[in-house]
């Protein structure tokens, strides 16, 4: 549980140093919208947005909603529902910004596997899936 809180921040903060010891070398991710991606290319978005303006690096505000832990040995296997809240954006291809834009709200199923090698917890592997609105 430590762990995966402090895997979180790393990624909310874009700590890359963080994240090249939290994720295993063949980390491998299917993010909500099916892209794959890859160690490298996580820890390289990290790395930009941390070169990035500082509204770059503000993002959504997320809030656990529920979560579940299985330890199997060594491997851990966590599942959580995130609540995402976002200002909606219409507006930016049909006029100028209101002063105070409407609030959405989704909600992502992620799917986290984490293995301990030599005593030490890495990510394995993540997906995220969109949760439909009913």
């Given at each position: 549980r430590e762990f995966d809180k402090k895997l979180?921040?790393?990624?909310?903060?874009?700590?890359?140093?963080?994240?090249?010891?939290?994720?295993?070398?063949?980390?491998?991710?299917v993010d909500a919208q099916g892209g794959v991606n890859d160690r490298t290319h996580i820890i390289g978005h990290a790395r930009a947005r941390k070169a990035g303006p500082a509204a770059r690096t503000v993002g959504p505000k997320k809030t656990i909603q529920d979560q579940t832990f299985r330890?199997?040995?060594?491997?851990?296997i966590v599942v959580t529902l995130i609540s995402i809240t976002y200002p909606f954006m219409d507006y930016q291809t049909v006029g100028p910004p209101p002063s105070q834009g409407p609030q959405?709200?989704?909600?992502e199923r992620r799917?986290?596997?984490?293995?301990?090698?030599?005593?030490?917890?890495?990510l394995v592997a993540q997906q995220t899936t969109g949760v439909a609105k009913r």
């Open positions: 979180e921040a790393a990624i909310t903060s874009s700590d890359v140093a963080a994240l090249e010891q939290m994720l295993a070398p063949d980390y491998l991710e330890i199997h040995g060594d491997a851990a959405v709200t989704d909600q799917l986290r596997v984490y293995f301990r090698k030599s005593g030490r917890w890495q």
